[in-house]
């Protein structure tokens, strides 16, 4: 590790080394969610990536909300997902709705209204994120540096795509996940942030307005797991279907 880096490129450092940060430079460590925001834009950049689509989540039904933008190279579309996961670490997974918008979302100065963005909703289809963190001491690693490192994001997985309906049930969905067969979840599934499509707004606004960045029509927005999250250890086929929506399969290697 180069102790001279920014964080976001010491990020994009073990992004790509596929190697973990012990401890991180005092110096470089977010001090305010905009520092942490600032670093997530430098590690896509650094990566010489751009921004594939979003995620974005809340702890509770009405708490704050937060999201990362999501290198292209790793958002998988059509079930053509192959992540390789370290042999050393068992691999974390998510289910989760995704939506898509019918309209390009420029950068502005005033906030859109809910209902802009809500009435903006195409496409909804699922998604399975694979959860990997940039830090070796993960879970118990400072906030801060979670949301500068994508908010813990490794790779996503995103099925086929269907026209929006806002009659799905966002709320309790009916769903199944399974790893090589065998099932991932029997709980009662729920999402802690409520219905997923109050995030959508913030997300635009703060892409838009506090970041000066786009929301576009071919990026996905990916709003948090129905499942908690699930540890998988060795190769396989993991497949995920949520609210009658097409399925999603990533594949372990």
Same mark, same amino acid.
């Given at each position: 590790?180069?102790?001279?880096?920014?964080?976001?490129?010491?990020?994009?450092?073990?992004?790509?080394?596929?190697?973990?940060?012990?401890?991180?430079?005092?110096?470089?460590?977010?001090?305010?969610?905009?520092?942490?925001?600032?670093?997530?834009?430098?590690?896509?950049?650094?990566?010489?990536?751009?921004?594939?689509?979003?995620?974005?989540?809340?702890?509770?039904? /009405?708490?704050?909300? *937060?999201? +990362?933008? #999501?290198?292209? %190279? @790793?958002?998988?579309?059509?079930?053509?997902? =192959?992540?390789?996961?370290?042999?050393?670490?068992?691999?974390?997974?998510?289910?989760?709705?995704?939506?898509?918008?019918?309209?390009?979302?420029?950068?502005?100065?005033?906030?859109?209204?809910?209902?802009?963005?809500?009435?903006?909703?195409?496409?909804?289809?699922?998604?399975?994120?694979?959860?990997?963190?940039?830090?070796?001491?993960?879970?118990?690693? /400072?906030?801060?540096? *979670?949301? +500068?490192? #994508?908010?813990? %994001? @490794?790779?996503?997985?995103?099925?086929?795509? =269907?026209?929006?309906?806002?009659?799905?049930?966002?709320?309790?969905?009916?769903?199944?996940?399974?790893?090589?067969?065998?099932?991932?979840?029997?709980?009662?599934?729920?999402?802690?942030?409520?219905?997923?499509?109050?995030?959508?707004?913030?997300?635009?606004?703060?892409?838009?307005?506090?970041?000066?960045?786009?929301?576009?029509?071919?990026?996905?927005?990916?709003?948090?797991?129905?499942?908690?999250?699930?540890?998988?250890? @060795?190769?396989?086929?993991?497949?995920?279907?949520?609210?009658?929506?097409?399925?999603?399969?990533?594949?372990?290697?």
């Amino acid at each position: 590790m180069n102790p001279s880096l920014s964080l976001g490129r010491l990020l994009a450092q073990a992004f790509t080394s596929h190697t973990q940060i012990d401890t991180p430079p005092e110096a470089v460590l977010p001090r305010e969610a905009r520092a942490a925001y600032d670093a997530q834009h430098e590690l896509v950049a650094a990566l010489g990536d751009t921004i594939g689509g979003w995620k974005v989540g809340a702890k509770t039904p /009405d708490g704050p909300r *937060q999201g +990362a933008p #999501l290198p292209r %190279h @790793g958002v998988w579309l059509d079930d053509t997902g =192959v992540y390789t996961a370290d042999a050393r670490r068992p691999c974390g997974l998510e289910l989760e709705f995704a939506f898509r918008f019918g309209r390009r979302f420029e950068p502005a100065e005033r906030p859109y209204p809910d209902a802009e963005v809500e009435a903006a909703i195409a496409e909804v289809g699922a998604t399975i994120e694979v959860v990997a963190s940039r830090f070796a001491a993960f879970p118990a690693v /400072d906030r801060l540096l *979670q949301l +500068a490192d #994508l908010q813990n %994001h @490794g790779a996503l997985a995103a099925g086929e795509f =269907v026209p929006y309906r806002a009659d799905l049930p966002f709320v309790s969905p009916a769903l199944s996940f399974t790893f090589n067969g065998q099932p991932l979840f029997q709980g009662v599934p729920a999402n802690p942030a409520g219905d997923p499509r109050r995030l959508l707004s913030w997300l635009v606004n703060h892409a838009t307005v506090e970041r000066g960045v786009a929301i576009t029509p071919d990026q996905l927005v990916t709003c948090g797991s129905y499942v908690g999250l699930v540890n998988v250890a @060795g190769s396989g086929v993991a497949v995920g279907q949520i609210g009658g929506l097409p399925p999603v399969t990533l594949t372990v290697a």
